[in-house]
Every structure is written in structure tokens, then in C-alpha cells.
């Protein structure tokens, strides 16, 4: 069974960087995608950003473009969302996520792993 363990999270104040990780438990197939959702108090999850397992594609929210990284290490199993020039509204629980599937989605659904989520709370 896939696990997916996030770290990285914490409280930064508002222009400030951190950065999550998110490493599986086993080596992740040639096809996919690995991604990072998130969830605020009282609002629906979310997507941030994906990464292709091959090739290395990214695809990102609009509210994040140009603010935060995803990377992937395909020796580690891991993949990694650097996120710089933080806002008070990038507070959320951040979850790291794993799809199967060929073509690229930013729906929750397509996702078939979850890890349990990492706090990032950013202060203005």
C-alpha cells in the first residue's frame, strides 16, 4: 500500500519561505503525477501544484504561479513545494498526493494517495 508521509510545515510570517516535502513509501510508477492540495478552515480542498513523475511537467494554481516551486527527486521517491513570498491567505493544511492517471487533472478525484497533511499557518 502507497504511503505518502508530508514535512516541512510550520509558521512563517507573511514574505517568508518555507519548504514541504513529501516522500512515498514506494517507488512511484513511470507514469503520473505526484501533486500538492490544500485545505483552509471552512473551504473546500484545493489544488497548488503538480509535477509529471517523467519528464518533470508542472502545472500550478493561479494563486500561486510565480510565488511556489514543486520539484520532484525520482531517486528519493520525493517531491518538494518551495513556497516564497508567503501570504496570510497560503494558510492551510497542505496535502501531498498521488495520480495514476495519463493525462493531468487538478481534480481531487484523480488522486488515488494521500498523505495526512502538514500545517502551514503564515502571520500578517
Known amino acids: 500500500q502507497m504511503q505518502l508521509e508530508e514535512s516541512g510545515g510550520g509558521l512563517v510570517q507573511a514574505g517568508g519561505s518555507l519548504r514541504l516535502s513529501c516522500v512515498a513509501s514506494?517507488?512511484?510508477?513511470?507514469?503520473?503525477?505526484r501533486a500538492w492540495f490544500r485545505q483552509a478552515p471552512g473551504k473546500e480542498r484545493e489544488f497548488v501544484a503538480a509535477?509529471?513523475?517523467?519528464?518533470?511537467?508542472?502545472r500550478y494554481a493561479e494563486a500561486v504561479k510565480g510565488r511556489f516551486t514543486i520539484s520532484r527527486d525520482n531517486a528519493k521517491n520525493t517531491v518538494y513545494l518551495e513556497m516564497n513570498n508567503l501570504k496570510p491567505e497560503d494558510t492551510a493544511v497542505y496535502y501531498c498526493?498521488?495520480?495514476?492517471?495519463?493525462?493531468?487533472?487538478?481534480?481531487?478525484?484523480?488522486?488515488?494517495?494521500w498523505g495526512q497533511g502538514t500545517n502551514v499557518t503564515v502571520s500578517s
Open positions: 514506494q517507488r512511484t510508477s513511470n507514469n503520473g503525477f
Open positions: 498526493s498521488l495520480s495514476r492517471a495519463a493525462l493531468f487533472s487538478s481534480n481531487r478525484a484523480a488522486y488515488s494517495y
Open positions: 509535477v509529471t513523475w517523467i519528464g518533470g511537467s508542472t
